[in-house]
């Protein structure tokens, strides 16, 4: 499966690539950050990133795009900008028929760390040492997106066999599967209660 990993951002937006089978290896096939000046004109940074994201999928021609599901934070225009940017993502797979998922930042970060509360410094480590790369990728907005899609590439794998009732008692799981079911299962739960 090839998934691509966009952490969407309108003045950074990382795209990551990343080979393999569901809870198995994964092998990084490209990743870079899209970035468009914070003074220019709304509709041009957004025509920049969306002809970019195109530009890769057609390239890279992914099974799946994953996109980091956009929360509310303190600066409204961050979260405008972000979701804006996830936008001109999911209408790109949808011309393509490429099916998109969203994950959420603490799903994410259990996926690769085993902890929901990662910080940004231990979910760079964790990819650099999943992918095994050479050095981290940087910036940040780089290694989220390569998270992104490891998440999904190891999401099914770890659903198929370890079901959301193992999470507790863990069920042969490691510690990381168990806390990635555990966030995955959260996730469910506040999506409901909305």
Do not use: Y
Not at 78 to 103: D, E, F, S, W, Y
Not at 173 to 178: D, G, L, P, S
Not at 182 to 191: H, L, M, P, Q, R
Request: glycine fraction near 10%; proline fraction near 5%; hydrophobic fraction near 45%.
């Amino acid at each position: 499966m090839r998934v691509l990993g966009v952490d969407p951002g309108l003045t950074r937006c990382g795209l990551g690539v990343v080979d393999g089978l569901p809870g198995r290896r994964a092998r990084m096939v490209a990743v870079d950050v899209i970035r468009t000046p914070a003074g220019s004109e709304l509709g041009s940074r957004l025509l920049g990133i969306s002809d970019a994201v195109e530009g890769w999928m057609d390239q890279v021609r992914p099974d799946v795009v994953a996109v980091e599901r956009v929360f509310s934070q303190n600066n409204l225009s961050t979260v405008m900008g972000t979701a804006q940017a996830a936008g001109v993502t999911v209408l790109a797979a949808a011309r393509r028929n490429i099916p998109v998922v969203m994950h959420t930042p603490s799903e994410v970060k259990a996926a690769v760390t085993g902890s929901g509360r990662a910080d940004k410094a231990q979910v760079t480590a964790m990819v650099q040492r999943i992918l095994q790369l050479s050095e981290a990728p940087r910036p940040a907005d780089a290694a989220d997106a390569l998270a992104l899609a490891i998440c999904h590439l190891w999401r099914d794998g770890t659903a198929a066999v370890m079901p959301a009732s193992a999470a507790g008692s863990g069920g042969g799981a490691t510690a990381a599967q168990q806390a990635w079911v555990a966030a995955i299962e959260a996730s469910k739960k506040g999506s409901r209660a909305r």
